[in-house]
């Protein structure tokens, strides 16, 4: 079975990618004849247009990359330099008091106690910086 579908994949994979594209390619195509002439006054597009758009669209934007830091596994690079960059500036004490705050998140939309889980860092950042600036 292997040695069968494995030469076939040359065959099935490029008419796989054709037929997503004309399908992606016709429900753009439809969306626009149908919302874009009443809301923004422009004229209707045909399918290739649609197509056109389409790959012009996944270029500027991208073609949709999972990785680390969507739903749950890793968080963005950004973020966690960022975190870590506050976790160094912290004193142990100011340390164990967040990581004690975000163990106790987790229960609910806002944690155990209903408060949001770095309202007190905040607000502890907010007073350290207005001190500072004073």
């Not at 994949?9 to 997503?20: E, M, N």
């Not at 990359?65 to 870590?84: A, V």
């Not at 998140?105 to 910086?129: F, L």
Request: charged letters at 25%.
């Amino acid at each position: 079975m292997r040695p069968f579908f494995y030469k076939r994949r040359f065959i099935f994979i490029p008419l796989a990618v054709a037929a997503f594209l004309s399908v992606i390619s016709f429900i753009v195509m439809n969306l626009w004849n149908y919302l874009l002439p009443g809301i923004l006054h422009v004229g209707v597009i045909t399918f290739w247009q649609a197509m056109g758009i389409f790959v012009l669209c996944k270029i500027l934007f991208g073609f949709g990359k999972g990785g680390p830091g969507r739903f749950g596994r890793g968080g963005d690079h950004w973020m966690r330099h960022k975190l870590e960059d506050r976790l160094k500036n912290m004193t142990p004490e100011e340390r164990e008091k967040f990581k004690a705050r975000m163990r106790d998140c987790g229960h609910g939309r806002w944690g155990r106690h209903g408060g949001h889980p770095m309202e007190d860092y905040w607000n502890d950042a907010k007073t350290s910086e207005q001190k500072a600036a004073e």
